[in-house]
């Protein structure tokens, strides 16, 4: 099975800032990397698909990048409603794996 | 607009059963893969199990592998997870999401797509006596 990471676990910060949260997949997943916002009490939502195609609706403050195995999702400048649990998660190959989170939070 | 509506999540004895369902409407659902995902309290997200969108290719992970079955009713647009010999681990949300699959694939198979891009709100699976 494909292990996926995340650095860091949580981040505390202020509204207006640029948040950086990277992944990290055990092997090479070519583009096929998703990253999923979830709030308290609610269902993930799908973000970024394809490493960095916004999905629609998502507000292009959020960014993806990256190739192989090392990914990045990027809060240009962070917004009151972005205070959440962010997820990535390869869809290469079986089983789908997911990294274990990293929560962003107010400073 | 695309809609998924879980039910049967319930508490049970360790070593009983469960059926889950998964209520699907706003799209073509037998051109689609569906998963399920889980996640235990205060935990990550863990995917369980997929199904193709025929239902000829199924996936699970190790965890729930000889004791979950997924399947899906294409007649209905409803999918399914029988969960037997439960345990106190499997004590989680459980949430069915449409697969975001690649323009064009196959619905008979399982392969690389972009993730999940539908959710339904999830069903509470407590295992314990």
């Known amino acids: 099975d494909i292990q996926m990471t995340q650095s860091p676990s949580s981040v505390s910060a202020s509204i207006g800032d640029r948040v950086t949260i990277t992944c990290r997949a055990s092997q090479d997943i070519a583009g096929w990397l998703a990253w999923y916002q979830q709030k308290p009490g609610k269902a993930p939502k799908l973000l970024i698909h394809g490493i960095s195609r916004l999905q629609s609706g998502v507000p292009s403050r959020f960014s993806g990048s990256g190739s192989g195995t090392d990914f990045t999702l990027t809060i240009s400048s962070l917004q009151p409603e972005d205070f959440a649990t962010y997820f990535c998660?390869?869809?290469?190959?079986?089983?789908?794996?997911f990294g274990p989170g990293t929560k962003v939070e107010i400073k | 607009e695309v809609q998924l509506l879980e039910s049967g999540g319930g508490l049970v004895q360790p070593g009983g059963s469960l059926r889950l369902s998964c209520a699907t409407s706003?799209?073509?659902?037998?051109?689609?893969?569906m998963s399920w995902v889980r996640q235990a309290p205060g935990k990550g997200l863990e995917w369980v199990s997929g199904i193709s969108g025929t239902g000829d290719s199924t996936f699970y992970a190790d965890s729930v592998t000889g004791r979950f079955t997924i399947s899906r009713d294409n007649s209905k647009n409803t999918l399914h997870l029988q969960m037997n010999s439960l345990r106190a681990e499997d004590t989680a949300v459980y949430y069915c999401?449409?697969?975001?699959?690649?323009?064009?694939?196959?619905?008979?198979?399982?392969?690389?797509?972009?993730?999940?891009?539908?959710w339904g709100q999830g069903t509470t699976v407590t295992v314990s006596s």
């Open positions: 706003g799209f073509t659902f037998s051109n689609n893969g």
């Open positions: 998660q390869q869809a290469s190959t079986l089983p789908r794996t």
């Open positions: 999401a449409k697969d975001f699959d690649r323009v064009g694939v196959v619905p008979t198979a399982l392969g690389p797509n972009y993730g999940m891009d539908v």
